[in-house]
């Protein structure tokens, strides 16, 4: 009995140190905020979610894309892709190539993280290169987006997306200090 008393309060303690359905308490960044996209949600939906709601998006991780291609047309594949400035991130150089490449099942996978995607022809450049190099998303976990919004409104921000179909997470950006 005593164990499971121990057990109890130490749940209580843990669980006690947290508020809004499990977030930390603290300070957050300011017009921050993060949401998780459902797997099974392609791009396209979000640039929907985007365009709809006029956010303000940093970038957008986690989609994975698998190309049609054999593992030596790799080169060809970079070349379409270095072309694209919102598929690098903002301390790259110019020449810097997105994240391709062959897996062991010698399937040439795409993984991309996206800036600029506010942006409509962005957007609609990402759709058009999809289609032209036939790649196929890849259902993975962890895809998200951080988007920036109006100071003051970053818990409103997270409780409405919650309530949209493609989001799987929301939450602000908290500041935590790490101890050594």
Known sequence: ???????????????????????????YVKGDLSF???????IDRVFNLINEEHLDVEHIFGY???????????HMVRRELVQKMYLKWPQSSATDTPNVFVNSADKMILSTS?????????????LRTIGKLSMADRAVTFKNANIHVP????????????QKEIVEWAQLNYIIELQR
């Open 151 to 162: 100071d003051g409104q970053e818990k409103q921000w997270r409780d409405y997306l919650l």
């Open 114 to 126: 996206l800036f600029h995607m506010s942006d409509t022809a962005n957007q609609n450049d990402w």
């Open 36 to 42: 998780g996209i459902r797997d099974e949600v392609t």
């Open 1 to 27: 009995m005593r164990y499971l008393s121990s057990i109890v309060l130490l749940l209580l303690l843990l669980t006690g140190c947290r508020k809004n359905n499990g977030e930390p308490e603290g300070e």
């Open 64 to 74: 994975t894309y698998v190309l049609p291609y054999p593992k030596d047309s790799i």
